[in-house]
DNA sequence: AACTAATTGACACTTACTATCATAAGTCTC
DNA sequence: GAGACTTATGATAGTAAGTGTCAATTAGTT
Protein backbone atom coordinates (compact mmCIF):
# COMPACT_ATOMS: atom_id res chain seq x y z
CA UNK A 1 0.00 0.00 0.00
CA UNK A 2 1.18 3.13 0.47
CA UNK A 3 0.61 4.25 -2.73
CA UNK A 4 -0.82 8.04 -2.48
CA UNK A 5 3.12 9.24 -1.19
CA UNK A 6 4.30 8.56 -4.86
CA UNK A 7 5.14 12.28 -6.05
CA UNK A 8 4.40 13.76 -2.71
CA UNK A 9 7.34 13.12 -0.03
CA UNK A 10 10.87 14.44 -1.56
CA UNK A 11 12.40 11.63 -0.68
CA UNK A 12 16.20 11.07 1.02
CA UNK A 13 18.13 12.03 -1.74
CA UNK A 14 16.20 15.56 -3.08
CA UNK A 15 16.38 16.25 1.14
CA UNK A 16 19.95 15.73 1.28
CA UNK A 17 20.70 17.77 -1.97
CA UNK A 18 19.07 20.27 -0.75
CA UNK A 19 21.21 20.29 2.85
CA UNK A 20 24.38 20.03 0.70
CA UNK A 21 23.24 22.92 -1.38
CA UNK A 22 22.89 24.88 1.48
CA UNK A 23 25.94 23.76 3.40
CA UNK A 24 28.07 25.13 0.37
CA UNK A 25 26.25 28.30 0.12
CA UNK A 26 25.85 28.99 3.65
CA UNK A 27 29.45 28.44 4.20
CA UNK A 28 30.83 30.12 1.00
CA UNK A 29 28.96 33.59 2.44
CA UNK A 30 30.46 33.18 5.32
CA UNK A 31 33.58 32.79 4.01
CA UNK A 32 33.16 35.67 1.82
CA UNK A 33 31.63 37.94 4.78
CA UNK A 34 35.20 36.88 6.79
CA UNK A 35 37.96 36.79 3.84
CA UNK A 36 36.68 38.40 1.17
CA UNK A 37 35.11 37.07 -2.21
CA UNK A 38 38.65 37.00 -3.96
CA UNK A 39 40.49 35.66 -1.22
CA UNK A 40 38.17 32.78 -0.78
CA UNK A 41 38.83 29.69 -3.45
CA UNK A 42 36.51 27.01 -4.14
CA UNK A 43 38.67 24.70 -2.28
CA UNK A 44 38.21 26.83 0.61
CA UNK A 45 34.77 26.76 0.66
CA UNK A 46 34.45 22.77 -0.42
CA UNK A 47 36.52 21.82 2.67
CA UNK A 48 34.40 24.37 4.79
CA UNK A 49 31.40 22.58 3.59
CA UNK A 50 32.91 19.12 3.72
CA UNK A 51 32.70 18.13 -0.03
CA UNK A 52 35.07 17.99 -3.09
CA UNK A 53 35.50 20.63 -5.16
CA UNK A 54 33.99 18.59 -7.60
CA UNK A 55 30.84 18.21 -6.38
CA UNK A 56 30.88 22.29 -5.68
CA UNK A 57 30.76 22.53 -9.19
CA UNK A 58 28.08 20.00 -9.60
CA UNK A 59 25.65 22.54 -7.58
CA UNK A 60 26.59 25.64 -8.64
CA UNK A 61 28.08 26.27 -12.10
CA UNK A 62 30.48 29.20 -11.23
CA UNK A 63 31.92 30.67 -8.06
CA UNK A 64 29.39 33.89 -9.02
CA UNK A 65 25.92 31.85 -8.90
CA UNK A 66 26.52 31.19 -4.67
CA UNK A 67 25.83 34.56 -4.36
CA UNK A 68 23.71 35.23 -7.64
CA UNK A 69 20.13 33.62 -7.34
CA UNK A 70 17.50 36.44 -7.63
CA UNK A 71 14.65 34.72 -6.42
CA UNK A 72 13.05 38.02 -5.93
CA UNK A 73 12.23 39.42 -9.60
CA UNK A 74 10.49 35.77 -9.97
CA UNK A 75 8.43 36.74 -7.04
CA UNK A 76 7.91 40.52 -8.12
CA UNK A 77 7.06 38.93 -11.85
CA UNK A 78 4.43 37.07 -10.58
CA UNK A 79 2.93 39.72 -8.28
CA UNK A 80 2.85 42.38 -11.13
CA UNK A 81 0.75 39.83 -13.42
CA UNK A 82 -1.98 40.08 -10.83
CA UNK A 83 -2.23 43.92 -9.93
CA UNK A 84 -5.51 45.87 -11.28
CA UNK A 85 -6.00 46.45 -14.66
CA UNK A 86 -6.00 50.25 -14.12
CA UNK A 87 -2.65 50.53 -13.08
CA UNK A 88 0.13 52.03 -15.00
CA UNK A 89 2.38 49.64 -15.72
CA UNK A 90 4.87 51.38 -13.65
CA UNK A 91 2.69 51.93 -10.53
CA UNK A 92 1.49 48.10 -10.89
CA UNK A 93 5.26 47.07 -10.69
CA UNK A 94 5.99 48.90 -7.62
CA UNK A 95 3.15 47.60 -5.91
CA UNK A 96 4.23 44.08 -7.25
CA UNK A 97 7.53 44.91 -5.56
CA UNK A 98 6.09 45.44 -2.19
CA UNK A 99 4.14 42.06 -2.64
CA UNK A 100 7.49 40.17 -3.13
CA UNK A 101 9.04 41.54 -0.55
CA UNK A 102 6.28 41.40 2.22
CA UNK A 103 6.46 37.51 0.82
CA UNK A 104 10.31 36.86 2.16
CA UNK A 105 10.88 35.49 5.64
CA UNK A 106 13.70 37.96 7.64
CA UNK A 107 16.08 34.83 7.49
CA UNK A 108 15.23 35.29 3.49
CA UNK A 109 15.42 39.30 3.62
CA UNK A 110 18.94 39.05 5.72
CA UNK A 111 20.37 36.67 3.20
CA UNK A 112 18.94 39.38 0.14
CA UNK A 113 20.55 42.07 1.75
CA UNK A 114 23.94 40.61 1.91
CA UNK A 115 24.44 38.79 -1.44
CA UNK A 116 23.07 42.57 -2.24
CA UNK A 117 25.58 44.41 -0.88
CA UNK A 118 28.06 41.72 -2.01
CA UNK A 119 26.82 42.12 -5.36
CA UNK A 120 27.73 46.26 -5.32
CA UNK A 121 31.04 45.29 -3.74
CA UNK A 122 32.44 43.24 -5.88
CA UNK A 123 33.35 44.12 -9.93
CA UNK A 124 32.66 40.74 -11.29
CA UNK A 125 29.41 39.83 -9.61
CA UNK A 126 28.14 43.64 -10.42
CA UNK A 127 28.65 42.99 -13.92
CA UNK A 128 27.18 39.47 -13.56
CA UNK A 129 24.05 40.97 -11.82
CA UNK A 130 23.87 43.37 -14.77
CA UNK A 131 23.37 40.41 -16.94
CA UNK A 132 20.62 39.45 -14.44
CA UNK A 133 19.16 43.06 -14.76
CA UNK A 134 19.21 42.38 -18.82
CA UNK A 135 17.22 39.72 -18.43
CA UNK A 136 14.74 41.30 -15.72
CA UNK A 137 13.98 43.48 -18.39
CA UNK A 138 12.31 41.07 -20.71
CA UNK A 139 10.74 39.53 -17.76
CA UNK A 140 8.69 42.73 -17.04
CA UNK A 141 8.56 43.18 -20.58
CA UNK A 142 6.42 40.16 -20.94
CA UNK A 143 4.24 40.53 -17.84
CA UNK A 144 3.36 43.53 -18.62
CA UNK A 145 2.24 42.35 -21.95
CA UNK A 146 0.39 40.16 -20.80
CA UNK A 147 -1.31 42.44 -18.18
CA UNK A 148 -2.19 44.57 -21.01
CA UNK A 149 -2.66 42.05 -23.45
CA UNK A 150 0.31 43.35 -26.00
CA UNK A 151 3.03 41.79 -27.38
CA UNK A 152 6.61 41.18 -24.90
CA UNK A 153 8.36 42.12 -28.27
CA UNK A 154 6.49 45.46 -28.18
CA UNK A 155 9.03 48.43 -28.54
CA UNK A 156 7.03 50.60 -26.44
CA UNK A 157 6.49 48.03 -23.92
CA UNK A 158 9.92 46.78 -23.82
CA UNK A 159 11.22 50.82 -23.59
CA UNK A 160 8.96 50.86 -20.65
CA UNK A 161 10.97 47.69 -18.67
CA UNK A 162 13.55 48.95 -19.87
CA UNK A 163 13.33 52.44 -17.53
CA UNK A 164 12.24 50.83 -14.96
CA UNK A 165 15.04 48.44 -14.63
CA UNK A 166 17.36 51.96 -15.49
CA UNK A 167 15.95 53.84 -12.47
CA UNK A 168 16.48 50.64 -9.74
CA UNK A 169 20.04 50.76 -11.13
CA UNK A 170 20.12 54.10 -10.50
CA UNK A 171 19.09 53.79 -7.34
CA UNK A 172 20.57 50.87 -6.24
CA UNK A 173 24.05 51.58 -7.43
CA UNK A 174 25.12 55.13 -6.71
CA UNK A 175 29.02 53.85 -5.83
CA UNK A 176 30.51 57.22 -7.13
CA UNK A 177 30.77 60.43 -4.86
CA UNK A 178 29.80 58.49 -2.48
CA UNK A 179 31.79 59.57 0.86
CA UNK A 180 29.77 58.08 2.72
CA UNK A 181 26.25 58.27 3.34
CA UNK A 182 25.69 55.24 0.88
CA UNK A 183 22.71 53.85 3.57
CA UNK A 184 20.18 57.16 2.43
CA UNK A 185 17.44 55.49 3.89
CA UNK A 186 16.97 51.66 3.05
CA UNK A 187 17.55 50.19 -0.52
CA UNK A 188 14.35 48.95 -0.75
CA UNK A 189 13.18 52.36 -0.09
CA UNK A 190 15.29 53.90 -2.57
CA UNK A 191 13.76 51.58 -5.15
CA UNK A 192 10.36 52.58 -4.62
CA UNK A 193 11.21 56.31 -4.29
CA UNK A 194 13.22 56.03 -7.61
CA UNK A 195 10.16 54.24 -9.10
CA UNK A 196 7.77 56.87 -7.64
CA UNK A 197 9.67 59.70 -9.27
CA UNK A 198 9.14 57.41 -12.65
CA UNK A 199 5.22 57.48 -12.02
CA UNK A 200 5.84 60.63 -11.83
CA UNK A 201 7.41 61.25 -15.34
CA UNK A 202 10.74 61.91 -13.92
CA UNK A 203 10.52 65.72 -13.37
CA UNK A 204 13.30 67.74 -12.27
CA UNK B 1 69.05 73.86 -27.80
CA UNK B 2 65.98 72.15 -29.13
CA UNK B 3 64.39 73.02 -26.44
CA UNK B 4 61.00 73.71 -27.75
CA UNK B 5 59.96 69.86 -28.79
CA UNK B 6 59.87 69.06 -25.17
CA UNK B 7 56.23 67.84 -24.92
CA UNK B 8 55.39 68.10 -28.07
CA UNK B 9 56.00 65.43 -30.38
CA UNK B 10 55.12 61.91 -29.30
CA UNK B 11 58.92 60.13 -29.76
CA UNK B 12 59.56 56.90 -31.31
CA UNK B 13 58.60 55.12 -27.66
CA UNK B 14 55.10 56.34 -27.38
CA UNK B 15 54.22 55.79 -31.51
CA UNK B 16 55.52 52.31 -31.06
CA UNK B 17 53.33 51.36 -27.93
CA UNK B 18 50.39 53.01 -29.89
CA UNK B 19 51.37 50.31 -32.64
CA UNK B 20 51.57 47.41 -30.20
CA UNK B 21 48.31 48.08 -28.67
CA UNK B 22 46.62 48.25 -31.98
CA UNK B 23 47.95 45.37 -33.25
CA UNK B 24 47.02 42.95 -30.20
CA UNK B 25 43.25 44.77 -30.89
CA UNK B 26 43.78 44.65 -34.46
CA UNK B 27 44.45 40.52 -34.79
CA UNK B 28 42.29 40.27 -31.45
CA UNK B 29 39.01 41.04 -33.05
CA UNK B 30 40.00 39.47 -36.21
CA UNK B 31 40.36 36.32 -34.51
CA UNK B 32 37.33 36.57 -32.46
CA UNK B 33 35.59 36.98 -35.62
CA UNK B 34 36.69 34.01 -37.43
CA UNK B 35 36.86 31.62 -34.37
CA UNK B 36 34.91 33.09 -31.91
CA UNK B 37 35.44 34.64 -28.59
CA UNK B 38 36.09 31.85 -26.49
CA UNK B 39 37.82 29.26 -28.61
CA UNK B 40 40.75 32.38 -29.62
CA UNK B 41 43.42 32.02 -26.35
CA UNK B 42 45.59 34.57 -25.56
CA UNK B 43 48.37 32.95 -26.81
CA UNK B 44 46.87 33.17 -30.45
CA UNK B 45 46.32 37.01 -30.06
CA UNK B 46 50.00 36.88 -28.76
CA UNK B 47 51.26 35.02 -31.37
CA UNK B 48 49.35 36.85 -34.26
CA UNK B 49 50.71 40.01 -33.00
CA UNK B 50 53.89 38.94 -32.95
CA UNK B 51 54.49 39.61 -28.69
CA UNK B 52 54.68 37.54 -25.82
CA UNK B 53 51.44 36.74 -23.69
CA UNK B 54 53.14 39.00 -21.19
CA UNK B 55 52.86 42.17 -23.21
CA UNK B 56 49.41 41.52 -24.27
CA UNK B 57 48.29 41.32 -20.44
CA UNK B 58 50.45 45.11 -20.48
CA UNK B 59 48.49 46.46 -22.71
CA UNK B 60 45.18 44.91 -21.82
CA UNK B 61 44.19 44.12 -18.51
CA UNK B 62 41.80 41.58 -19.12
CA UNK B 63 41.12 39.66 -22.63
CA UNK B 64 37.19 41.50 -22.14
CA UNK B 65 38.79 44.70 -22.26
CA UNK B 66 39.96 44.08 -25.85
CA UNK B 67 36.37 44.39 -26.81
CA UNK B 68 35.28 46.86 -24.43
CA UNK B 69 36.37 50.68 -24.91
CA UNK B 70 33.99 52.66 -25.22
CA UNK B 71 35.02 55.62 -26.38
CA UNK B 72 31.40 57.02 -27.64
CA UNK B 73 30.30 57.80 -24.20
CA UNK B 74 32.69 59.66 -23.32
CA UNK B 75 32.49 61.73 -26.67
CA UNK B 76 28.65 61.88 -25.55
CA UNK B 77 29.57 63.53 -22.42
CA UNK B 78 31.46 66.00 -23.91
CA UNK B 79 28.54 67.34 -26.75
CA UNK B 80 26.19 66.75 -23.69
CA UNK B 81 27.67 69.53 -21.64
CA UNK B 82 27.37 71.88 -24.61
CA UNK B 83 23.66 71.16 -25.72
CA UNK B 84 21.46 74.36 -25.33
CA UNK B 85 20.34 74.93 -21.58
CA UNK B 86 16.78 74.89 -22.54
CA UNK B 87 16.66 71.24 -23.77
CA UNK B 88 15.56 68.65 -21.65
CA UNK B 89 17.50 66.15 -20.21
CA UNK B 90 16.68 63.56 -22.54
CA UNK B 91 16.16 65.76 -25.56
CA UNK B 92 20.02 67.46 -25.39
CA UNK B 93 21.37 63.49 -24.26
CA UNK B 94 19.65 62.54 -27.81
CA UNK B 95 21.10 65.71 -29.50
CA UNK B 96 24.89 64.45 -27.77
CA UNK B 97 24.17 60.77 -28.96
CA UNK B 98 23.95 62.34 -33.07
CA UNK B 99 26.89 64.75 -32.37
CA UNK B 100 28.90 62.08 -31.36
CA UNK B 101 27.99 59.38 -33.76
CA UNK B 102 28.73 61.88 -36.43
CA UNK B 103 32.49 62.73 -35.03
CA UNK B 104 32.94 59.15 -35.83
CA UNK B 105 34.86 58.06 -39.28
CA UNK B 106 33.76 55.40 -40.72
CA UNK B 107 36.47 53.03 -39.89
CA UNK B 108 35.50 54.10 -36.25
CA UNK B 109 32.16 53.12 -36.78
CA UNK B 110 32.29 50.16 -37.90
CA UNK B 111 34.83 49.12 -35.19
CA UNK B 112 32.33 50.09 -33.18
CA UNK B 113 29.60 48.21 -34.67
CA UNK B 114 31.84 45.24 -34.58
CA UNK B 115 32.07 45.09 -31.11
CA UNK B 116 29.10 45.68 -30.44
CA UNK B 117 28.05 42.86 -32.11
CA UNK B 118 30.16 40.81 -30.28
CA UNK B 119 29.26 42.34 -26.84
CA UNK B 120 25.87 41.38 -26.87
CA UNK B 121 26.72 37.86 -28.25
CA UNK B 122 29.56 36.35 -25.74
CA UNK B 123 27.57 36.45 -22.23
CA UNK B 124 30.94 37.53 -20.55
CA UNK B 125 31.22 40.80 -22.38
CA UNK B 126 27.57 41.51 -22.17
CA UNK B 127 27.97 41.20 -18.45
CA UNK B 128 30.83 43.46 -18.52
CA UNK B 129 28.96 45.81 -21.02
CA UNK B 130 26.54 46.18 -18.41
CA UNK B 131 28.62 47.14 -15.97
CA UNK B 132 30.05 50.18 -18.45
CA UNK B 133 26.00 50.88 -18.56
CA UNK B 134 26.52 51.18 -14.89
CA UNK B 135 29.14 53.80 -15.05
CA UNK B 136 27.66 55.62 -18.23
CA UNK B 137 24.91 56.47 -15.34
CA UNK B 138 27.38 58.40 -13.15
CA UNK B 139 28.49 60.03 -16.17
CA UNK B 140 25.43 61.11 -17.72
CA UNK B 141 24.12 62.38 -14.27
CA UNK B 142 27.31 64.39 -13.47
CA UNK B 143 26.95 65.74 -17.08
CA UNK B 144 23.07 66.89 -16.89
CA UNK B 145 23.94 68.09 -13.59
CA UNK B 146 26.66 70.83 -14.30
CA UNK B 147 24.16 71.49 -17.13
CA UNK B 148 21.38 72.30 -14.77
CA UNK B 149 23.62 73.66 -11.87
CA UNK B 150 22.58 71.17 -9.77
CA UNK B 151 24.55 68.50 -7.80
CA UNK B 152 25.49 65.03 -9.81
CA UNK B 153 24.90 63.41 -6.63
CA UNK B 154 21.31 64.52 -6.91
CA UNK B 155 18.86 61.81 -6.34
CA UNK B 156 16.48 63.06 -9.51
CA UNK B 157 19.39 63.57 -11.40
CA UNK B 158 20.67 60.18 -11.51
CA UNK B 159 17.33 59.15 -11.87
CA UNK B 160 17.01 60.70 -14.91
CA UNK B 161 20.37 59.04 -16.52
CA UNK B 162 19.20 55.85 -14.70
CA UNK B 163 16.06 56.06 -17.37
CA UNK B 164 17.89 57.31 -20.36
CA UNK B 165 20.36 54.14 -19.27
CA UNK B 166 17.58 51.92 -18.85
CA UNK B 167 15.78 52.34 -22.82
CA UNK B 168 19.03 52.33 -24.33
CA UNK B 169 19.69 49.14 -22.21
CA UNK B 170 16.20 47.76 -23.19
CA UNK B 171 16.76 49.04 -27.29
CA UNK B 172 19.93 47.51 -27.85
CA UNK B 173 19.18 44.25 -25.91
CA UNK B 174 16.18 42.82 -27.51
CA UNK B 175 17.89 39.38 -27.51
CA UNK B 176 14.72 36.93 -26.14
CA UNK B 177 12.20 36.02 -28.62
CA UNK B 178 14.33 37.21 -31.05
CA UNK B 179 13.29 35.29 -34.18
CA UNK B 180 15.26 36.94 -36.46
CA UNK B 181 14.16 40.55 -36.92
CA UNK B 182 17.45 41.31 -34.55
CA UNK B 183 18.01 44.02 -36.79
CA UNK B 184 14.72 46.09 -36.72
CA UNK B 185 16.54 48.64 -38.12
CA UNK B 186 19.63 50.08 -37.22
CA UNK B 187 21.10 49.29 -33.61
CA UNK B 188 21.83 53.41 -33.84
CA UNK B 189 17.93 54.22 -34.85
CA UNK B 190 16.69 52.03 -32.27
CA UNK B 191 18.48 53.47 -29.72
CA UNK B 192 17.14 56.95 -30.82
CA UNK B 193 13.85 55.93 -31.04
CA UNK B 194 13.80 54.70 -27.60
CA UNK B 195 14.84 57.96 -26.56
CA UNK B 196 12.16 59.63 -28.59
CA UNK B 197 9.64 57.13 -26.68
CA UNK B 198 11.52 58.41 -23.22
CA UNK B 199 11.54 61.94 -24.27
CA UNK B 200 7.39 61.63 -24.76
CA UNK B 201 6.87 60.18 -21.26
CA UNK B 202 7.01 56.37 -22.36
CA UNK B 203 3.12 56.54 -23.47
CA UNK B 204 1.96 52.95 -23.49
C1' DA C 1 79.89 56.11 -25.92
C1' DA C 2 78.02 55.59 -21.41
C1' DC C 3 74.21 55.89 -18.39
C1' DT C 4 69.34 55.72 -17.04
C1' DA C 5 64.67 54.37 -17.46
C1' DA C 6 61.18 51.97 -19.77
C1' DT C 7 59.61 47.88 -22.48
C1' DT C 8 59.73 43.31 -23.15
C1' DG C 9 59.94 38.07 -22.82
C1' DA C 10 60.68 33.92 -20.14
C1' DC C 11 59.44 31.45 -16.30
C1' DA C 12 56.93 29.82 -12.46
C1' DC C 13 52.71 30.08 -10.03
C1' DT C 14 47.65 30.41 -8.54
C1' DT C 15 42.93 29.60 -9.45
C1' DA C 16 38.59 28.93 -11.91
C1' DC C 17 36.62 25.63 -14.54
C1' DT C 18 36.00 21.06 -17.62
C1' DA C 19 36.07 16.15 -18.59
C1' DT C 20 36.43 11.45 -17.36
C1' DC C 21 35.97 7.45 -14.67
C1' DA C 22 35.62 4.42 -10.80
C1' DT C 23 33.27 4.04 -6.40
C1' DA C 24 29.69 4.65 -3.15
C1' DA C 25 25.10 5.64 -1.89
C1' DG C 26 20.02 5.88 -2.70
C1' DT C 27 15.98 3.67 -5.08
C1' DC C 28 13.26 0.11 -7.03
C1' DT C 29 11.71 -4.77 -7.91
C1' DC C 30 11.00 -9.17 -6.63
C1' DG D 1 16.03 -8.21 2.53
C1' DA D 2 19.11 -9.34 -1.86
C1' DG D 3 19.60 -8.14 -6.17
C1' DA D 4 19.86 -4.85 -10.21
C1' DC D 5 19.57 -0.06 -11.56
C1' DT D 6 20.30 4.75 -11.20
C1' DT D 7 22.34 8.76 -9.45
C1' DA D 8 25.60 11.47 -6.57
C1' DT D 9 30.31 11.83 -5.34
C1' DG D 10 35.45 12.21 -5.31
C1' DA D 11 39.90 11.66 -7.42
C1' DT D 12 42.61 12.85 -11.11
C1' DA D 13 44.36 15.22 -14.99
C1' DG D 14 43.99 18.93 -17.93
C1' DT D 15 43.10 23.91 -20.06
C1' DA D 16 43.34 28.75 -19.91
C1' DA D 17 43.17 33.33 -17.64
C1' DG D 18 45.63 36.19 -14.90
C1' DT D 19 49.79 37.63 -11.46
C1' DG D 20 54.57 38.37 -9.99
C1' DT D 21 59.42 38.36 -10.71
C1' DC D 22 63.67 38.91 -12.99
C1' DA D 23 67.01 39.32 -16.59
C1' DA D 24 67.70 41.13 -21.17
C1' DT D 25 66.82 44.42 -24.64
C1' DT D 26 65.65 48.95 -26.40
C1' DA D 27 64.71 53.95 -26.38
C1' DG D 28 65.99 58.47 -24.54
C1' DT D 29 69.64 61.43 -22.32
C1' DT D 30 74.09 63.64 -21.34
Known amino acids: MSEAPAIRRPGLRERKKARTR ?6 ALR ?8 ATTIDQIAEAADVSPSTFFRYFPTKEDVVLQDELDLLTAGAFASQPADLSPVAAFRAATRVALDS ?3 DDLARLRETAELTLTVPELRARAM ?3 ARTITVIAEA ?5 GRDPNDFAVRNVAGAIVGVIMAATMPWTNWTEDRQTGDLFARIDAALEHLEAGLPL
Chains 1, 2 share one sequence.
Not at 22 to 27: D, G, K, L, T, V
Open 22 to 27: AAIREH
Open 31 to 38: LFREQGYD
Open 104 to 106: LSD
Open 131 to 133: DEF
Open 144 to 148: AASRS
